[in-house]
């Protein structure tokens, strides 16, 4: 393992944003880092580039002019279907986007996981300790994947394997900028690559608080799952799913109808010990499919026979809600001087009916931070002490210097 960078000596933290909506990748990449350079000066920790699809062809020359103008420790990158900046979030149309840090007191360790490490690799939680630089005072990793080549039902229990008696919280997402294979473009410092794993791993005196917030109200009542196979459900409480739901359907007032015609998806319980379950106690998965015949169906997970499921519908009005609930508790705390937002997908317009709803909220309600990101195929983050791997999910980490920690 290579050692651990020495962290910049630098009085107190300091984060800020910049964004170009320029559709020439090149001027795109000067503008912004022109003018983090112009905010921050020299000697920023690290830099991350969250770039729409319209910048994946020319990233690396991109990569190198933010590099050559800002001067940072590290450079981690991504390309997305859409960028978050601030409170706006650019839905569909060019964005180049650069978020500069620096840390005081902490320590960044950047680090790949390639398909040439393979399968075993990357399920040993030794390996993947080794791999992220744990040490007792690690606080969190920025996890950057493309969907076609990380095996994330894998990689994610060796990575709750690796924390031992201290679970790693983690957040990140899934690049979104491609839709098939080798379209997605990942920045690790020098090296460009469109595939496998990338992140940064974060420790030392700094804090990260993490907000995962769900974006699905549930539909009728909690059920077992009393028949599957890989994932496929072909029987909750002894009944076909299919069927279940169509008896649900039938029941509810035409009002929550409506919320059908945008996609049910069915939700995991996470804590099967709960006396009873509410929000937040489901990891949300999307059907895949349906097999009309059996009246089975198949989930983005596998689930198995004795866990506990209920359907889900997209909603707006429940998403905001358990957003704003969940920024109400980190009110209580010193403003973070930065954060990094993973939305999913399927939020933005296609849930709201007003633009820019998650990075208006998080930025309005933390003060104006320093706030980056982008539109994930899947966000990575934590519900208590594990790291879970979401859909229709907004999931933040807010940066907090334990040596200054309400510094601007």
Known sequence: MDPMPTPRRTLHPLAAVTMSGHLDTRTAATEAAIELHEVMGPG??????????????????????????????????????????GDV???????????????????????????????????????????????????????????????????????????GATPLRLTGGMASGGSRPGMNVLIHDE????????????????????????????????????????????????????????????????????????????????????????????????ILGIDQKRGAIAIGDRPRVGQTVQFHVRDAHTANEDLQLLLDGQMLRPRPFAAMLFTCNGRGTRLFDRPHHDAAVLHDRLDDVPLAGFFAAGEIGPIGERTYFHGQTASAALFRSRLAPDAR
């Open 191 to 286: 090296h460009v690559t469109d595939s496998g794993v990338i992140g940064l791993s974060v420790s030392g005196d700094v804090d990260v608080d993490f907000v995962v917030s769900q974006g699905c109200r549930p539909l009728g009542a909690p059920f077992v799952v009393t028949k599957a196979k890989g994932n496929v459900i072909s029987e909750l409480g002894g009944r076909p799913p299919l069927e279940l739901l169509r008896s649900i359907a039938q029941s509810l007032p035409e009002s929550d109808r409506q919320h059908l015609s945008r996609g049910v998806l069915l939700g995991v319980v996470i804590d099967e010990y709960k006396p009873r379950f509410g929000r937040g106690d489901f990891l949300i998965r999307n």
């Open 44 to 85: 920023a920790d690290v830099v991350f580039v969250f770039a729409s699809f319209h910048h994946a062809t020319a990233m690396m020359e991109a990569a190198e002019i933010v590099r050559s103008t800002v001067n940072p420790g590290h450079l981690i990158g991504v390309t997305a279907e859409s960028v978050i900046a």
């Open 89 to 163: 979030e650019r839905e569909g149309l060019a964005g180049f986007v650069v978020q500069g840090m620096r840390v005081p007191g902490a320590r960044l360790h950047p680090w790949t996981i390639t398909r040439d490490d393979g399968g075993g690799r990357i399920s040993d939680a030794s390996f993947i300790r080794e791999r992220l630089g744990v040490t007792d005072d690690f606080r969190t990793a920025i996890v950057l994947a493309d969907p076609f080549t990380t095996p994330v039902s894998i990689l994610l229990p060796a990575i709750h394997r690796a924390g």
